[in-house]
């Protein structure tokens, strides 16, 4: 990584334009201290919608530190950033202060690979290694894992705040699930409440959650589709592939790509409601066999399996009725009379019942407390930070009390925080990072600032 550590501007430039492209991978690259194994291959990415970036390294390693945002990049496999200048800024003035000493010299520039360091193998794969050994290993890639529930729902529940009732659900879920020796189709599950309440939020925690709790051979993967890009009958052919004979034949399906690379994906389908009825129809034998048929050409058979995926749909449809109706239930309130309630009231909304009635569990989000929105905006202060480089310590209450006034009266809950967050303390942050400052204060008076955490003396 010390190429990008010393990279110049023109270098990171070139850089950032062709991960706008797809993704760019280094092989052999030297990880930071606390890292095992010492070298691993690492990737950029740049979504050209939203310019957020993502750094990427393979799976499998292991850190020994106490940072915890590179304990979550080597762990999740994954760090995103607001854009590739803040991932830029990570790698340079957070990342390089963990490094063993050694060779500093200055790489001015690197060549950026035109298909991802992909290296032709003019070797067959039986004269490479012994294929009968590699099967009887790959075989255990199916045993059931046992992790204990209350786990899960901790680790959950550090991630996703007010919605502890949800949570404990679900990890019960996912638990059972896991424990499956022979699953007969994928765990499912719909994510119900107002917007904002942590509904996406959730599908992505558990997937951090599996990615540290399990072994490294079960890990699960996790694939977002944003059902109002699926609202036309053309669109299904993103999800499983065109049939021979059409456009698109041959180009691949996001769906059944991710699903064929790791069966053990957790797929979130946000905003299910608005998905065409050809969506509903393409998940049905999925939800009910395990198997997704697909128009690409996957396989022999073109069947996908996944007994082993957990699909989540996330809705807000219908939320505020089937919360004031739960409400008037008294407390505590069963799964069997939460599952009962959504189901009628998500059929009545038009919701197609086939969807509904496989779906195994119903997690119903509540309305986020004052308290709750407080917890969230100042992790969201200590987010935006990291992503500068700069580790927040403590934050003056006045400064979290003026972000949720400058917020109130807005429904959509926690998910704009960050972009806020950044808003107001971006300018901080960065002078903050500039100044070589590590550990800070945010403070309110007598003007918006931050200090070095161990003294007195204002950044």
């Not at 010390?2 to 062709?18: H, M, V, W």
């Not at 290993?137 to 894992?145: E, F, I, K, S």
């Not at 942590?198 to 490294?216: D, F």
């Not at 996790?222 to 059409?246: A, C, N, V, W």
């Amino acid at each position: 990584m010390r190429q990008f550590i010393n990279g110049s501007d023109e270098a990171f430039k070139d850089l950032e334009e062709k991960a706008k492209r797809g993704c760019v991978t280094f092989s052999d690259q030297e990880m930071p201290q606390g890292v095992s194994p010492s070298r691993a291959r690492v990737g950029f990415e740049v979504d050209p919608a939203t310019q957020k970036a993502t750094l990427l390294v393979e799976h499998g390693g292991q850190y020994t530190g106490r940072e915890t945002d590179i304990r979550q990049w080597i762990e999740i496999g994954a760090c995103q950033f607001q854009n590739f200048a803040a991932l830029k800024e990570w790698l340079q003035h957070r990342l390089s202060n963990y490094f063993t000493s050694g060779d500093q010299t200055e790489t001015q520039g690197w060549e950026v690979p035109g298909n991802g360091n992909v290296e032709s193998v003019s070797r067959s794969a039986d004269e490479l290694t012994d294929l009968s050994k590699v099967n009887s290993d790959v075989a255990g890639l199916n045993r059931p894992t046992y992790i204990n529930a209350m786990q899960i729902a901790e680790s959950l529940q550090e991630r996703v705040r007010g919605q502890n009732s949800a949570m404990e659900v679900l990890a019960k879920k996912t638990a059972q699930h896991l424990a499956r020796r022979h699953p007969r189709r994928p765990m499912t599950g719909m994510l119900l409440g107002p917007t904002g309440t942590g509904k996406t939020l959730t599908a992505e925690s558990l997937s951090e959650v599996l990615s540290i709790l399990m072994p490294s051979r079960n890990r699960y993967g996790f694939l977002r589709l944003d059902m109002t890009e699926y609202q036309e009958r053309h669109r299904i052919s993103q999800l499983i592939g065109s049939p021979q004979g059409y456009i698109g034949y041959g180009e691949g399906a996001q769906l059944v790509d991710t699903l064929s690379a790791n069966p053990r994906t957790i797929v979130v389908f946000d905003e299910i409601e608005k998905a065409h009825p050809d969506v509903f129809r393409t998940l049905m034998n999925a939800m009910d066999a395990g198997r997704l048929s697909s128009a690409a050409r996957t396989n022999s058979d073109h069947q996908v399996d996944c007994r082993h995926a957990i699909f989540l749909f996330t809705t807000n449809l219908e939320c505020h009725p089937i919360l004031e109706e739960l409400r008037s239930k008294g407390d505590p309130i069963s799964s069997s009379i939460i599952n009962e309630v959504s189901r009628r009231r998500l059929k009545t909304k038009g919701l197609p019942p086939e969807l509904v009635g496989r779906i195994n569990t119903f997690l119903v989000f509540q309305p986020l407390s004052g308290r709750t929105r407080a917890e969230i905006m100042t992790q969201s202060i200590a987010r935006v930070g990291q992503e500068y480089g700069v580790d927040v310590v403590t934050v003056d209450p006045r400064v979290v009390n003026k972000m949720l006034q400058e917020g109130e009266g807005v429904s959509f809950g926690a998910r704009p925080d960050e972009y806020a967050v950044d808003d107001l303390l971006g300018g901080v942050f960065s002078s903050a990072a500039q100044q070589g400052l590590q550990q800070v204060e945010i403070r309110s008076e007598p003007e918006l600032a931050c200090v070095p955490a161990a003294t007195e003396e204002s950044c």
